[in-house]
């Protein structure tokens, strides 16, 4: 069966196992902090969170995309596209250390297009209040993270299982981190809402496996991890065919960063949660001797 033959796997490799996740953990330590070296952050972040001015032009007038190198600035631009037809019907131009009004002129230069109400608007966030928002949101992700700690410690009261739980969070979070940073997304304030939640995507299957492991006593350990484990990849292929079809199915940038994001964390969870969660559990339980 295949179950016996992953349990014999399992018994002879998973100290190998256990260290696959934490070898990526260390890499993307390393990534990130020469990130933050060399740019002085740690992620990519969007207007919304470093300020700058955001720029939509309405219009189904075919624009020439490679002009925009004559504005002279930094920038991103992102297509505006019909839900139904996926027809691009405008832009979206992001920029920092510019007005709204300078930006307006020169891409009326640049595009050779007239601007007004009707076909064009404008969001300027000044970057101390981008800057203040940040560091809210940082705030609120470490409480999370903080109270999330303290549940699975009441939840428990044993240290090394509650330590595996919160150690899968964070490698959960920090390994999707690097690969966002690798991927060049620019995370907006909805980008930080996506890792809060994947602080509760991650401790839910955590959670389960230790629960079977530690507070359930019948059957075999491998036997009560086996079906946590079952029950948790159900859960996770749930959420990610509902991340895959949120992605295909929309065109708004938000939900696209955020789903994208998910969708990561949850891949990454899978792996952490049944190598080394899983490995940690499965020497504490041998040593306190819970078969």
């Known amino acids: 069966m295949f179950k016996d033959k992953v ?12 260290y696959i996740p934490i070898i990526l953990f260390i890499i993307s330590i390393i990534l990130i902090g020469f990130k933050y070296s060399t740019t002085g952050d740690f992620f990519d972040k969007d207007i919304s969170l470093k300020g700058g001015v955001s720029a939509t032009i309405h219009t189904s007038q075919e624009l020439d995309d490679s002009k925009l190198v004559n504005l ?50 404008v969001e300027e966030t000044s970057p101390k209040l981008s800057n203040s928002f940040f560091k809210q949101l940082v705030i609120s992700l470490l409480f999370a993270f903080i109270l999330m700690g303290i549940s699975v410690f009441i939840s428990f009261r044993t240290l090394a299982p509650s330590i595996a ?17 690798i991927l060049g997304i620019a995370v907006s304030t909805a980008g930080i809402v996506a890792f809060m939640l994947i602080i509760g995507y991650s ?26 484990m079952m029950t948790g990849l159900t859960m996770t292929t749930a959420a990610l065919v509902v991340m895959l079809i949120g992605l295909v199915a929309s065109n708004n940038t938000v939900i696209k960063e955020m789903f994208t994001i998910i969708f990561i964390a949850l891949i990454i969870d899978v792996i952490t ?14 040593r306190k001797n819970i078969q």
């Open 165 to 181: 739980v919160i150690f899968a969070a964070l490698t959960d979070i920090v390994i999707t981190l690097a690969i966002v940073n």
């Open 203 to 228: 401790i839910d299957t955590d959670i389960l496996l230790t629960t079977w492991s530690i507070k359930r006593r019948e059957g075999r350990l491998f036997d009560r991890m086996w079906h946590s």
């Open 72 to 121: 002279g600035i930094e920038y991103n631009v992102r297509n505006l596209e019909d839900i139904r037809t996926g027809k691009r019907i405008g832009l979206i131009i992001e920029a920092s250390d510019i007005t709204g009004d300078e930006l307006k002129v020169r891409l009326e230069n640049t595009l050779g297009i007239v601007l007004n109400n009707d076909n064009f608007s």
């Open 273 to 286: 949660t049944y190598l080394t969660n899983a490995g940690i559990l499965w020497i504490y339980c041998k």
């Open 7 to 18: 349990e014999s796997f399992w018994n002879k490799n998973f100290k190998i196992l256990m």
